[in-house]
């Protein structure tokens, strides 16, 4: 069975007049499509902070992010754990080096809600998420993602933008955690090997189809 650590990321962020409050809230969710739209690829290093229930540290990650659209991504987590989230083709895999244990779902509707599609696909933002602009924080714009899907295994996604460049998501799932990632290092649209997004079961490993 995938873990919570798994299910958190697979799972990848003020009003004057009525002109100027219609412009404080598109502002943000036009450059999260403008970013969207333009970005074919991407490579990042991120810290990923855990929370619980109680708001406090639980975990901290570090790893690499490669993004290849539509429908490719992979993170990799590099420390604690080595541990590994792989999209293509229609199907995730999800790798923990330590446990030897491989765990594949389709790339469906159930998967579809998750941010690391929603930064890998071509997913209609209208169609699958209320948008809700936060306002500004100096160069930063804060853009919040409300799933239509009642099933989505999300409450919501809050990300976060920096001069129109990816800066840090957080995320709240339905079984009481908090996700924080933050991104430096970005590069938008390097070339990309496609054998990153290959993955073959390590062997001896105990796979998991769902």
Known sequence: MMTSFFRTTAIA???ITSSAAAFAETKPVEQLKTFLANT???TADFKQILLNEAG???QTSYGLLYLQRPGKFRWDYQKPFQQQIIATGGKVWFYDTELEQVTIKKLDESVGSTPALLLSGDINLEDNYTMEGQGTEGDMQWIKLLPK???SSFKYLV???EKGQLSGMELSDNFGQLTRIYFSNIKNNPPV???LFNFQAPKGADVFSE
């Open 13 to 15: 962020i003020c009003l």
């Open 149 to 151: 899907n009642q099933d």
């Open 56 to 58: 406090n540290p639980a």
């Open 193 to 195: 090997d496609p054998k």
């Open 159 to 161: 990300i976060g933008l």
């Open 40 to 42: 074919r690829s991407l």
